[in-house]
C-alpha cells in the first residue's frame, strides 16, 4: 500500500471508484426500437436512462430546462474515468519505459539506483529507492525538455507500449461505454473536455486521437515552465518542478481558467473529482454529475474505499446522499473495453 | 509618462505599436471583381494580399504548405490588437468605474484616499496615491469576488460605460479590420484564440460576444484562486494576488498550456506580443506574425517606440529585420472602427 503512496507522490495524478453496496439498477425497461442506439455498451437501466432523458431534456428547446449549446460544456477526468489506472498510473509506465529507452546514453544507470533496478524490471528495487529515486525517475523521464520533444516521445511509447494485463495498446485500455457518451453529448451540441490530475502534456500527445478531443479541450496537472528562443527556435521547456496540481479543488478551478463555464455534465471516478462534480453542481442550469465506480474485478478491477490508487470515500457517500448518477461497470456496461469486440 | 507606468504596476496587461519609419504599402494592385471580398476595410495593397495569399496557401490541399484544420491555430493580443487601448486600458476605466458603483454602501469613501479623488473624477488626485492606491482601488473593485459576479459587474459596466473620446461603448471600439480577420480566419477553419494581457474574467465577460470567440478560447493574465463551497454554492474566488501575467515569455508559455499547439497565425501590437510572434515563427508550417502599428493620428492614435501604454521597440525592429506583416492603421485601413460607418 505505502509503495504506491510513495509513487503518486512522483506524479500529479488523481483517481477511482468502486464500492462494496452495489447500487441496485432498476428492472430493465421494455426499449423501443430505435433506428439507433447512441450507447450501445451501456446496458438499459436506471444510469442509461437517466444520461438520455437529461440529454434531450437540455436540447429541447421551447422547454425550461433547455441549455444554449455554447453551456453545453462537460468535463471528464480522464484516469479511471475514460481509461483504466491498474495497476498503476499509466504516466508511470511510461516514466519506467523511457528510462530504457534513454538508457544507452547513460551506461551509468547500469550501476546506478534507482535507473540499475529500472532497467533490471525489479519493482521492489525501484520502490526501496523511495521517493528521491522515483523524483530522479520522474525528472530524468518527463522534464527538462521541451514540450514538442517530450510529446513526441510519449507518442512513441503509446504505439509500442502495452498493458501488463491485456496486452493492448494503453490506447485501447479505455472504456467502450465512455467512448459512446463523448460522442453522444458531441452529437447533442455538448463540447467535450478532458480535466485531468495527469500531466497536460503527457495527455495531448495522445488523448486527441483516441478521445476526438483537441488539445485546447484537454486540462491537467502542469508542471513550470519557461520560454527558450535559443537560435531562434522557439520552444517551451519543461522545468523540474510542479505548477499546478490538478485535482481536488483544484479541478473546479482549473475549469474556471481554461473553460470559464460551469459543466451541465462531469464525470469522475474518486475523491479528488468530487469538487468538479459539485461545481457541476452548482450550475444554475440542470446538470449530471456521474462517478465511474470500480465494481467489476473480472473484467476490470474492483475498488473504492481506500484504495491506493483512485480512493473514492466522501464522494461516494456525497454521490449516494444527492443521488447523483453511478455507472456501474459490472451492472451499467455490457462491454468495457473495444478489444473486447 | 511615470503616472501611467504606476497604472501599470497594478493591472495585468499588455501593449501596442506604431512607428516613425512609414512602411510603404506596395502599388494598389488592380483587384479582380469577386463576389465579396472577406477583408472590405482593408485597403488593397502588400497586408491585405500576403493574409489573403496565405489564407489561400495553407488552406489548399495537395500542396506542400497546406495546414490541417486541427492546426490552424491563430492568436491575438487583445490590447491594442482587436480594440483600442487608450488614453488607458479600458480595464483601468472599470476599475475607477466600479468604485462608483460601490461607493453607496462606503460612505467612508466620500473622505478617504484614494477614492475620494475616484468619486470626485480627480485623476490627478487618483495618481498622486500612488501605487499603494492604485492597489487598493484594484483589489476593492476586482478581487475577493466570485468569477460569476465579477463578471455579471463587467457586463453592467460594458452595457452603459462610454469611451471618453468616441463616447461609444468600449465593445464598439474595436477595429473594424479586425473583426473582418477573425471572420475570414474562422471561415477558412482557423480556431481564433485570444491571448491577452488582460484579465482572463474581465475579457470573458464580454470578448465572446464581441468576437465571436468562446470562453475556452480566450486566454489571459490571472489572479490566484479559491475553490468556495459554502452552503454548497460552489464557486472560485479572485483572491486579490497575481498568478500568471500573460506578456512576455508569459504569452507563448499560455499558449502551450492553454492551447497546445504554435499557432500559425499570430497578431499583436507591442512589446510584450513579440515573444508569442517567435514561438508562431518557430512553428514547422508557413505562419504570419503580425504587427498592428498604431499610425492614424487622426481617427485613432499615433504611438510606438517608448509609449507609455504599448510600447513596440525590439519588436518593430525585429518585424522589420525578418519581414513580418505590419497592418500599418493609416495606410492599410479604409476604415477602424465599426461606429464610423
Known amino acids: 500500500m505505502k509503495k504506491y503512496r510513495i509513487l503518486l507522490a512522483l506524479f500529479v495524478f488523481v483517481g477511482i ?15 423501443a426500437l430505435t433506428v439507433s442506439d447512441p450507447l450501445p455498451s451501456w446496458n438499459d437501466g436506471k444510469t442509461k436512462n437517466d444520461i438520455i432523458a437529461f440529454v434531450k431534456k437540455v436540447t429541447t428547446e421551447g422547454t425550461e430546462d433547455f441549455v444554449p449549446v455554447e453551456d453545453r460544456i462537460a468535463t471528464f477526468d480522464n484516469d479511471g474515468t475514460l481509461w483504466a489506472e491498474q495497476p498503476l498510473y499509466f504516466q508511470l509506465f511510461y516514466a519506467l519505459d523511457q528510462i530504457k529507452v534513454m538508457a544507452p546514453e547513460h551506461p551509468e544507470w547500469k550501476t546506478t539506483e534507482p535507473f540499475k533496478s529500472v532497467l533490471e524490471n525489479d519493482m521492489e528495487g525501484v520502490l526501496k529507492s523511495g521517493k528521491e529515486g522515483l523524483v530522479k525517475i520522474g525528472i530524468v523521464s ?27 495498446p494503453y490506447s485501447k485500455v479505455v472504456y467502450q461505454p465512455m467512448l459512446e457518451l463523448l460522442d453522444y453529448l458531441k452529437a447533442n451540441g455538448f463540447t467535450n473536455f478532458i480535466v485531468s490530475g495527469g500531466d497536460i502534456d503527457f495527455m495531448r500527445a495522445w488523448a486527441t486521437e483516441t478521445y476526438g478531443i483537441p488539445s485546447y479541450q484537454i486540462v491537467g496537472s502542469s508542471l513550470k515552465s519557461a520560454f527558450d528562443n535559443t537560435d531562434a527556435k522557439a520552444s517551451i521547456i519543461r522545468l523540474p518542478a510542479e505548477e499546478f496540481a490538478d485535482r481536488g479543488d483544484g479541478k473546479p478551478i482549473a475549469i474556471s481558467k481554461h473553460i470559464g463555464k460551469k459543466p451541465i455534465l462531469a464525470a469522475g471516478n474518486s475523491d479528488g473529482d468530487l469538487q468538479m462534480l459539485q461545481y457541476t453542481d452548482s450550475n444554475k442550469y440542470p446538470s449530471i454529475k456521474m462517478f465511474v465506480h470500480h465494481t467489476d474485478e ?10 491506493p490508487i483512485g480512493g473514492l470515500n466522501e464522494g461516494l457517500d456525497e454521490a449516494i446522499a444527492k443521488n447523483w448518477t453511478i455507472a456501474d461497470m459490472k451492472n451499467d456496461w455490457n462491454t468495457i473495453f473495444p478489444f473486447e469486440n
Open 17 to 31: 471508484i468502486s464500492c462494496k453496496e452495489d447500487l441496485k439498477s432498476l428492472p430493465v425497461q421494455p426499449k
Open 142 to 168: 518527463s522534464t527538462n525538455v521541451d514540450v514538442e520533444t517530450f510529446k513526441e516521445s510519449v507518442k512513441q511509447w503509446m504505439a509500442t507500449a502495452k498493458h501488463p494485463r491485456f496486452d493492448q
Open 298 to 307: 473480472v473484467r476490470e478491477w474492483a475498488y473504492d474505499r481506500n484504495s
